[in-house]
């Protein structure tokens, strides 16, 4: 997640040093892993320095392969974001968000294929939400026993234990009663019978909204397959008490800005119903659960470009 968040930001900067350049941009170390975090994160363990630095060279090797970053940055480098910013807006949210997603592929394969590489372990950490929380302690358990040892992976240890406390896996989802957006009101177990994605988000998350162009085409892909996308919006966090009209507004906006037409909820729509985001024990956004027909959790994923309720829906409903 970190790196995503950091990507968006970076964004606006690069968007000005392309319009100012004639020249082709390079994009050789856009998504390089800096040596600095991985010793940084390997600081309580002894190990071989060069390894290290070797370890991170073939990872980064596999990165600087050039899938689309080029063409990508020529099409930022051509748009007036002052004269045309819903361009600019439309392009942000959709075409890094999809390249940083094939990345994070070629990041995963490296894991698995190197199971004995300090870099294997530096990305199980900071990039846990590429896996659900069951692949996640799987993705770890194939590691040598030589990482599993070092001090730096009880990180990953506490996380598996926390993940598996609030995974659900298997579990009959919470079943909530709230409005939707257009003021209907709705229960989770009136689309039974149907694959949900349950999505929690918020106006205010950009890595949330970021999912969303992708989203909208898996449901293009599904609905009439038989797939439901459930969005359960929390417009107060970290203890925020935002007035309902102006949480109702900003969520609303985000809607139709973003052109998202599935179901919608608000978690704090003031009615009196169950907090939904205690219910499925929310502590990071985005966060996504597919359950199957029967409103069984089937997966948990705290991230908005993972993979793997791609994988699963393509296996169930293209039959």
């Known amino acids: 997640m970190k790196r995503l968040i950091l990507w968006g930001m970076l964004l606006l900067p690069l968007a000005g040093i392309c319009q100012q350049q004639d020249t082709a941009v390079s994009t050789k170390g856009m998504f390089d892993l800096d040596p600095g ?15 290290v630095l070797q370890d991170i060279g073939a990872l ?20 007036d974001r002052e004269k045309d910013s819903t361009r600019f807006y439309n392009f942000v949210t959709t075409k890094p968000a999809a390249l940083y997603q094939e990345k994070r592929i070629l990041m995963q394969q490296f894991v698995a294929e190197h199971p004995d590489s300090y870099v294997s372990l530096y990305e199980l950490n900071e990039n846990n939400g590429m896996y659900s929380a069951d692949s996640y302690a799987v993705a770890y358990a194939k590691l040598s026993n030589r990482l599993k040892n070092m001090q730096a992976a009880q990180k990953i240890r506490d996380r598996i234990t926390q993940l598996k ?12 009663t709230r409005k939707n957006q257009y003021g209907k009101t709705i229960r989770l177990s009136d689309y039974k019978g149907k694959l949900i994605i349950l999505d929690f988000w918020g106006s205010w998350c950009g890595a949330c909204r970021q999912s969303h162009p992708h989203l909208k085409e898996l449901y293009e892909a599904y609905k009439d397959k038989g797939l439901e996308i459930i969005a359960v919006a929390n417009e107060n966090v970290h203890g925020d008490k935002t007035p309902l009209v102006k949480a109702k507004a900003a969520w609303l906006a985000a809607i139709k800005k973003d052109g998202v037409n599935w179901v919608h909820v608000l978690n704090d729509e ?5 907090d939904i985001v205690k219910a499925f024990q929310i502590t990071a956004y985005p966060t996504k659960f597919l359950l199957d027909k029967e409103g069984k959790i089937l997966l948990r994923i705290e991230d908005g470009l993972n993979i793997e309720i791609d994988q699963t829906i393509k296996s169930m409903l293209d039959k």
């Open 37 to 51: 975090l991985v010793m940084a994160f390997l600081s309580k363990d002894s190990v071989d320095k060069n390894e």
């Open 60 to 79: 980064n090797a596999l990165l600087r392969i050039d899938i689309g970053e080029a063409a990508m940055m020529k099409e930022l480098a051509a748009i």
């Open 165 to 176: 406390k609030i995974s659900l896996h298997g579990t009959q989802a919470a079943n909530f």
């Open 270 to 274: 003031g009615s009196g119903g169950m």
